[in-house]
């Protein structure tokens, strides 16, 4: 977490003039985005079963010359509608999840890919992939399934997280899976509204934070880059901060709707700003992360926002509508004090 010289009496965050640097379309509404490791490049997925990958350098020149077109590979492999996207900690494999049960991986650095080198076949439609930090497998969440899937990147073999029923979601699916940087644990949001933290060597549950969003369902949830918090949203019209270790919830995120739809909340670049979507009036809505206070918010599209995801190293921000478009935003930088 961002952290100031004196921790009682915090740098209050102040409203960013977030403006698009690069808009382009799918053939049908975007599901999700995601940035690389570093930065350097992006992934949009859609309900048209493509997914895009893009170079940010060239989304920020803001140019109009051909040679500078951002769009660097388009990705034809799925069959049904991307749920999510990861790239691999080497920047050269990134992993598509689909309605159609599979995880296919792309060898970026082939010349002119559009078909996957590898894939998993799931059981369940998958609904969110991670790669842990090591890079040597992969975690999968699935729909309608209790327990998270791992495959093994280099021998493909695929097996449950734990199979022990005191472990497990209890009822629907898990939406959203991710590692801890140091790829010590990894934390798993359900329909069941559990939000559960994993321990890596053992395979095995060791904090589930029960009815973390009253009751109405986890959409997202991930680890500050320290570990030491986990970020959440949920359909209750909220994102919460808790403590990794004792479970104490810190702050909750109010002002922007979410019951509808599983939307996401992503922490900025240095994790002192806090983001998450407005469902009803098809904003972005941003708060501090040190005091929960709502900062400011702006129309991102005419239509309902289905993703939202941060850039690891500047204030880039890429939007998924409804209306085909994926955006990307940047703005100056905070005066928040980096972490």
């Not at 599901?31 to 350097?40: H, L, M, P």
């Not at 922007?256 to 599983?262: E, I, N, Q, R, Y």
């Not at 206070?293 to 204030?315: R, Y």
């Amino acid at each position: 977490m961002a952290t100031t010289d004196n921790p009682a009496e915090p740098i209050p965050a102040v409203p960013l003039d977030y403006t698009v640097c690069y808009s382009t379309m799918h053939q049908g509404p975007c599901s999700t985005a995601t940035f690389n490791y570093d930065g350097r490049y992006a992934a949009s997925g859609s309900y048209d079963t493509t997914v895009k990958v893009l170079d940010v350098a060239k989304m920020n020149l803001r140019s109009n010359h051909i040679e500078d077109k951002p769009m660097i590979q388009a990705l034809y492999d799925q069959s049904d509608r991307v749920n999510d996207l990861a790239f691999h900690p080497n920047g050269m494999v990134l992993a598509t999840c689909s309605a159609d049960r599979q995880i296919k991986l792309y060898d970026m650095m082939r010349p002119k890919v559009k078909w996957s080198i590898q894939h998993f076949q799931d059981s369940h439609p998958v609904l969110a992939i991670s790669f842990h930090p090591s890079g040597d497998f992969l975690a999968a969440a699935a729909q309608s399934a209790p327990s998270i899937r791992l495959f093994d990147v280099k021998t493909f073999q695929g097996y449950t997280a734990s199979r022990n029923p005191d472990d497990q979601h209890t009822s629907g699916g898990i939406r959203q899976v991710r590692f801890a940087d140091n790829g010590s644990h990894m934390v798993t949001a359900g329909d069941d509204d559990a939000i559960k933290i994993w321990d890596i060597v053992s395979g095995s549950c060791v904090k589930t934070l029960e009815k973390a969003h009253g009751g109405n369902g986890v959409s997202t949830a991930q680890f500050s880059r320290n570990g030491k918090y986990i970020l959440s949203s949920g359909r209750d019209s909220s994102a919460k901060l808790w403590e990794t270790t004792s479970g104490k919830l810190v702050h909750t995120f109010k002002g922007a709707a979410h019951t509808k739809f599983h939307v996401p909340a992503a922490f900025n670049y240095n994790e002192s700003l806090v983001f998450s979507i407005d469902e009803d009036r098809h904003q972005v809505c941003y708060w501090d992360s040190k005091t929960g206070a709502f900062v400011g918010q702006w129309a991102a599209h005419n239509c309902p926002i289905n993703w939202l995801a941060t850039s690891p190293t500047d204030s880039g921000l890429l939007t998924c509508g409804d209306d085909n478009k994926i955006k990307y935003w940047t703005a100056p930088s905070s005066s928040s004090t980096e972490a």
